[in-house]
């Protein structure tokens, strides 16, 4: 059931697709540039909205059927609101998952899409990036929908998208496409079942970004032995899947700078281990991989666009399982960085992985920041719901330059307090720390102990509860959503190339 859109950036010129989708804003106006083809239409278009208070608000479609002479079934005016070059370029995207899934919704398989409103080529390109994300599901493996083949969409939708400026367009589009492939990159590994999906595929996953210009090296667990991973190989041990260490580099800056670092857990499925989650709800382990799957999203990205920064990604790949060999709770293990660990529950592994992968990080690469994304703790979404990701911070500036670029992209971050008083929450009597800090501040607890590996650098710890399972949005149908993507990119963009 595979379902694939082609998207195709052109200028103005008469309509000769199945369906013309006309936008406009918060009222229809007959831009000098396009004149002609509104009047190729053969309709008085402004005649008929008015005739229909047809008033062009967000969200809103006019239906006329074709005046004879035009090749096409039907012209639909749509309407995105009261939008302008001031706008928010969210709303342009969101307008695009509005308009492709209307057009999902009638069957067609192709349209033409007339832009003629004013904005920037950057807002236009987002709303080309709202047509490919609304336009995404995954039904890859749906052999029997139970729909009668009519009512099935177009197995391709090809789109046209008539613009003032095509070169400018395409041109953002460019660039805007590789966020775009980037998200689909992580939404596909988030949603493929955890049967399809191990820790060896998700390896290969990583390795495939050498197509795109990136240096991908994996550790196997003999590597990570000798190297004194056994915060990270302590997860896995319970598991017939072997754990790994996947390192993506991406070399577009000057030779020799500091990289930008992205850390990531990538847990491929997690019952809890020993410490086993209830039955209900834990088909949604699949996910716990959203963190490895945003930063494998966000490195395929910069490949695409030819980013001017180094950056490297290093994402932690563990099953973790209950059997003979898995970790017990009251077990003391040492990791990468030398310190030592009770296991007060096996479910709170991905800040296992996580210690030594940011500790192998901080070492290897010396990066001028790190930023760890991860489905650490059910606590952040008690806190934060799944409309934020939780962000916890050493540094000031990194935090703010996050929160902006999840104001700008609506990936949205929350930050939340740190501090000794929570630190000491996390002390063992038996070891240098445990892996739980009790029913409190868990979201917390849990930063402080990863904070206990990253020294001095720069450092961000996002908590995804926003990765999987949220409600959608007219970009976001799937239930995985990619979430990390763009606010990464964004925060790239603005601040370090």
């Known amino acids: 059931m595979d379902q694939t859109l082609k998207l195709k950036i052109d200028s103005f010129k008469a309509p000769k697709a199945k369906h013309v989708c006309l936008l406009v804003a918060d009222e229809l106006k007959m831009a000098d540039q396009s004149a002609e083809l509104w009047s190729a239409t053969g309709l008085d278009l402004a005649t008929l909205s008015k005739a229909a ?15 004879d002479g035009l090749d096409a079934d039907h ?18 995207a969101s307008a695009g998952g509005t308009i492709v899934n209307k057009l999902r919704g009638l069957n067609v398989d192709s349209a033409e899409i007339v832009f003629d409103i004013e904005a920037s080529a950057e807002q236009i390109a987002a709303f080309a990036a709202g047509l490919r994300l609304g336009h995404y599901r995954f039904d890859k493996y749906k052999t029997n929908p139970g729909k009668k083949e009519d009512d099935l969409p177009p197995a391709e939708l090809k789109l ?15 660039i805007r496409d590789a966020v775009t492939q980037g998200t689909i990159c992580a939404r596909n590994l988030v949603n493929e079942p955890a049967n399809v999906l191990g820790t060896e595929e998700f390896a290969q996953a990583a390795k495939d970004l050498e197509e795109h210009g990136l240096e991908v090296e994996i550790l196997d667990e003999k590597q990570m032995t000798k190297l004194g991973m056994g915060a990270l190989l302590a997860v896995g041990y319970g598991s017939r899947r072997p754990s790994h260490l996947a390192i993506m580099k ?5 030779k020799g700078d500091a990289p930008i670092a992205f850390v990531g857990k990538g847990v491929v499925f997690d019952s809890g281990g020993l410490s086993i989650k209830p039955a209900g709800g834990m088909e949604d382990m699949k996910g716990d991989m959203g963190g490895a799957a945003a930063v494998t999203g ?34 003391i293990i040492t990791s990468m960085s030398g310190q030592t660990i009770e296991v007060l529950n096996t479910d709170a592994e991905g800040r296992l992985v996580l210690a030594d992968a940011l500790w192998y990080t901080k070492e290897n690469f010396k990066p001028k920041f790190m930023v760890n994304l991860a489905t650490l703790t059910g606590a952040n979404m008690v806190a934060l719901g799944d409309q934020y990701a939780g962000l916890f911070s050493n540094d000031d500036d990194l935090s703010a330059n996050l929160t902006q670029a999840g104001l700008d992209t609506g990936e949205r971050v929350w930050r939340m307090p740190m501090g000794p008083e929570y630190d000491k929450l996390i002390n063992s009597k038996f070891a240098d720390m445990k ?7 868990g979201a917390i607890t849990a930063a402080q102990f990863l904070k206990r590996f990253v020294g001095e650098v720069p450092w961000a710890h996002i908590d995804l509860s926003t990765a999987m399972n949220v409600p959608a949005t007219p970009i976001c149908k799937s239930w995985g959503t990619g979430f990390g993507v763009a606010l990464l990119d964004k925060m790239v963009r603005d601040h370090y190339e």
């Open 75 to 92: 012209v639909i005016l749509a309407g995105i609101g009261d939008l302008s070059a001031e706008t928010d370029i969210k709303e342009f």
């Open 53 to 67: 208070k047809f008033e062009a608000k967000k969200s809103s479609f006019f239906n006329i059927y074709a005046a």
């Open 435 to 441: 892996n739980i800090g009790g029913r409190w501040a």
């Open 160 to 174: 046209t998208l008539q613009v003032a400026d095509k070169k400018a367009v395409t041109t953002a589009d460019k």
């Open 250 to 254: 991406w070399n577009g800056g000057k």
């Open 298 to 331: 966000i490195m395929k990205t910069l490949g695409l666009r030819k980013a001017k920064v180094n950056a490297v990604g290093v994402i932690g790949l563990v099953e973790n399982m209950a059997d003979g060999n898995a970790m017990r709770p009251s077990d």
